[in-house]
Nanobody
Framework: EVQLVESGGGLVQAGGSLRLSCAAS????????IGWFRQAPGKEREGVSC????????YYPDSVKGRFTISRDNAKNTVYLQMNSLKPEDTAVYYC????????????????????WGQGTQVTVSS
């Protein structure tokens, strides 16, 4: 059974940091790209980062570039999202997702490109 379990969310003041973790099981982790998405109330789910294992490529939208860093530890089947200089507009439920790298040609940045999803972890940034 494929499982993605996010952790590390919480309440933090603006300017603070959080590190989210995504623990994966039930599939060959090394063969999968992992993405982080977020969804705020009333808004569409948006990608905030992804990492491709085969070539190490990463992706960040302008809204988080320079503040968020994605990394993966294949020995632990875990992907991390380090979030620094957090802003109130970063408040959302954060999800990790996985897609087989054999099915993609470019770093996957859209939600519909992913096959498996976690349940999400809440991040709240107070002003």
């Amino acid at each position: 059974e494929v499982q993605l379990v996010e952790s590390g969310g919480g309440l933090v003041q603006a300017g603070g940091s959080l590190r989210l973790s995504c623990a994966a099981s039930g599939f060959t982790f090394d063969d999968y790209a992992i993405g982080w998405f977020r969804q705020a109330p009333g808004k569409e789910r948006e990608g905030v980062s992804c990492i491709v294992n085969s070539d190490g490529s990463t992706y960040y939208p302008d809204s988080v570039k320079g503040r968020f860093t994605i990394s993966r530890d294949n020995a632990k089947n875990t992907v991390y999202l380090q979030m620094n200089s957090l802003k109130p507009e970063d408040t959302a439920v954060y999800y990790c997702a996985a897609v087989g790298e054999f099915t993609i040609a470019t770093p996957p940045i859209r939600p519909d490109e992913y096959d498996y999803w976690g349940q999400g972890t809440q991040v709240t940034v107070s002003s």
